[in-house]
T-cell receptor, first 113, second 109 residues
């Protein structure tokens, strides 16, 4: 049973660039949530996708956008990167809309220089 | 008052001891609660959901106190492998989920 997978594992970008991160949910899950985790902090909720639509959103600017595909996989896009966007980006999947028991992927570590 | 607060620790506890963490939340409309553990440079992993009646899973017991607005996690007979950061998670409803900053636990041999 495949768990949540994310790609790439690590990424280095420069300020002003754009980045796309990818996530495949756990088998049987149809909901994907994205989180940003800075060093020494808990994960912060970015948004959640269900049925290919953004259903819930945390306190993140419009530079953060996403997409969900018919196979439930998802992408997180960040435009106009800032140094402060450097963090671990985690994808979590769950079954059904809403925040229930979630299973996290290993994350993508983004460094903005 | 922060929405979700945890004692950051670290808690240094000898192997075999019992340790307890609390997590306080500020919004009484909170609907669901979870404990996750996170190992260094790894993703969070679901440890337990927290139910109003309290729940137990082996050496782990989670409780919810809605009147005082906190949840707790008790670990009995601690093992070296229990060393990790424990994250409290509060769901306020359809559009808000808050993770605490986590409590670091070190089990000492």
């Amino acid at each position: 049973d495949a768990g949540v997978t994310q790609s790439p594992t690590h990424l280095i970008k420069t300020r002003g660039q754009q980045v796309t991160l990818r996530c495949s949910p756990k088998s049987g899950h149809d909901t994907v949530s994205w989180y940003q985790q800075a060093l020494g902090q808990g994960p912060q909720f970015i948004f959640q996708y269900y049925e290919e639509e953004e259903r819930q959103r945390g306190n993140f600017p419009d530079r953060f956008s996403g997409h969900q595909f018919p196979n439930y996989s998802s992408e997180l896009n960040v435009n106009a990167l800032l140094l402060g966007d450097s963090a671990l980006y985690l994808c979590a999947s769950s079954a059904g809309q809403g925040i229930y028991e979630q299973y996290f992927g290993p994350g993508t570590r983004l460094t903005v220089t | 008052r922060k929405e979700v607060e945890q004692d950051p620790g670290p808690f240094n506890v000898p192997e075999g001891a019992t340790v307890a963490f609390n997590c306080t939340y500020s919004n009484s409309a909170s609907q669901s609660f979870f404990w996750y553990r996170q190992d260094c440079r790894k993703e969070p992993k679901l440890l337990m959901s927290v139910y109003s009646s309290g729940n137990e899973d082996g050496r782990f017991t989670a409780q919810l106190n809605r009147a005082s607005q906190y949840i707790s996690l008790l670990i009995r007979d601690s093992k070296l492998s229990d060393s990790a950061t424990y994250l409290c998670v509060v769901n306020y409803g359809a559009d808000k989920i808050i993770f605490g900053k986590g409590t670091r636990l070190h089990i000492l041999p």
